[in-house]
């Protein structure tokens, strides 16, 4: 029964001192209040643009209105761009690609020299220069 009594004075004490520090913090609302006040304004201005901008906004072409040559200049730009970016994607995978194929070959190139090598050093009789020094030079 003690175990649990010290678990509800604690809990109480707790409860007290929480109540405590928010009474604190409500002596403070008042200049919290100003400066959200301050931001919500100046979120508004980042927000909605000025009427001008907004009517020009609103004001678009027509579906079947030809384009502007702003616009499909815009529209190049942005296709030129795209294919740019996915032509240096395809050359990094292709030039990663050509590394490995190039790697795998070296070390095929190396176990096949390295089994070539063991294959002599077995089959040597010790009667003939061995094939390394028989070798004709150009």
Known sequence: MTWRQALLLSCFCAVVLLS???????????TAQAAEEEASEDAKQKIFMQES????????????????????NAENRQKLRAD????????????EFENFVEEQNDEQEERSREAVEQWRQWHYDGLHPSYLYNRHHI
């Open 20 to 30: 405590i520090l928010r009474e604190g913090t409500g002596a403070s609302v008042g």
């Open 84 to 95: 740019e970016l996915r032509r240096e994607y395809y050359e990094e995978q292709r030039n």
């Open 53 to 72: 901008d907004a009517s020009n906004f609103l004001k678009r072409r027509g579906k079947r209105s030809p384009k502007s040559r702003d616009e499909v």
